[in-house]
């Protein structure tokens, strides 16, 4: 027998909730040593459960874990706290018990020629595997939505915030232009483009997004507006990546320009079916889980690479107008002013 407790830090929107075995009275003689705030019992379910109901706090309530004093700290106010007690009271007595009937029927295989078959059990099993199947598609789809909510957030920012022809780049962010002999493109050399984004999507988070090998088919780098390509293999020829410390390839790529002024252009990303979920949080704190990324960025146009075997001229593959050669870069840099500032 054991608990789940919860513990009030003072006055505080913050509330300890963790498992014990003992009374949680006793656990919060403990527990107060390392706390600057008085600790009240907010509430306690005592369970057998009580392993299996501290982890689906731990899983359903992830979102609104502090980043300090513990893993066990929660931000949360008077009537979420009480939210959160009443699910666990509704997830132990109504759907902890499915979940142990169905661990116990798939653990059993009956003989017919020992153990008759359970009728009521084999005609519950394909229900419950629809229902599996139906709550995993509803989670990547909140997902979804969770995604697509940040893209409509970050353009209405961006509508609000600049004026028609501003456009302010992701700090860091850069568009390159690779020349170079690619077999993923063709035989014959080609120009093709890599945009590097850190801090997704607006310089703030821990994740950086590469997307490497993209072919925009446009005459001058000037002309970037309106362009767009898609992708729908991971390498096939577009290669993007997400990284937070591990890399997450993604298959599906859609990339759109939708305005240039200057050295900067505002780009429209999706990408898509990311070989494993991964974490994002962001400068608000909201974090979400996803393999799915989308958003409005605006990126600085740094140059022009040239990495060919063959003395060959960047001229051969775009118009080089306004590009000079910088030695210390081994770029091509424009020379034209920064979009930010004003146009004549």
């Known amino acids: 027998m054991g608990y789940v407790y919860g513990f ?40 057998d459960e009580y392993e299996a109901l501290g982890k689906y706090v731990e899983d359903t309530w992830a979102d609104r874990r502090g980043e300090e004093g513990g893993s066990e700290i929660y ?14 009271w509704a997830w132990l007595t109504e759907e902890l ?14 003989e017919t020629t020992v153990l008759p078959r359970e009728q009521t059990a084999e005609r519950l099993r394909q229900p419950w595997i629809e229902l599996r199947d139906q709550e995993r598609d509803l989670r990547a789809a909140c997902d979804c939505v969770t995604t697509e909510k940040l893209l409509v957030e ?14 302010h780049p992701v700090p860091g ?46 005459p001058s780098w000037r002309e970037l507006e309106g362009a767009q390509v898609e992708c729908t293999e991971a390498d096939e020829p577009i290669a993007a990546y997400a990284y937070d410390g591990c890399w997450f390839q993604f298959e599906y790529v859609r990339i759109q320009v939708l305005r240039q002024v200057g050295t900067v252009a505002r780009f429209a990303i999706e990408l898509d079916y990311s070989d494993e979920m991964f974490w994002i949080e962001l400068a608000d704190g909201e974090k979400f889980e996803t393999d799915r990324l989308c958003a409005i960025v605006d990126v600085e146009f740094e140059g022009i690479r040239v990495e060919l075997d063959a003395d060959r001229q960047l001229a051969e593959f775009t118009d080089p107008a306004d590009l000079v050669f910088d030695a210390a870069s081994d770029l091509y840099r424009p020379v034209v002013e920064p979009a930010q500032r004003e146009r004549p």
Do not use: Y
Request: proline share 8%; charged share 25%; with cysteine.
């Open 97 to 110: 018990p499915k979940l142990r009937q169905v661990e116990q029927l798939e653990d059993v295989e009956p």
């Open 75 to 88: 931000r949360l106010t008077e009537d979420e706290a009480a939210q959160l007690f009443a699910q666990c």
């Open 173 to 218: 962010a850069s568009l390159r232009g690779q020349l170079r002999d690619n077999p993923s493109i063709g035989p014959a050399p080609a120009l093709t483009w890599l945009l590097e984004i850190p801090g997704w999507p607006d310089g703030n988070s821990a994740v950086n997004v590469m997307i490497d090998r993209i072919p925009l088919n446009v």
């Open 8 to 47: 009030r830090h003072g006055t505080e929107n913050l509330f300890e909730i963790g498992q014990t075995t003992a009374t949680p009275e006793r656990h919060k003689a403990t527990l107060q040593t390392n706390c600057i705030h008085p600790l009240s019992l907010f509430d306690a379910i005592e369970t």
């Open 154 to 167: 970050t353009e209405l920012e961006l509508s609000a915030d600049l004026l028609l022809d501003e456009l």
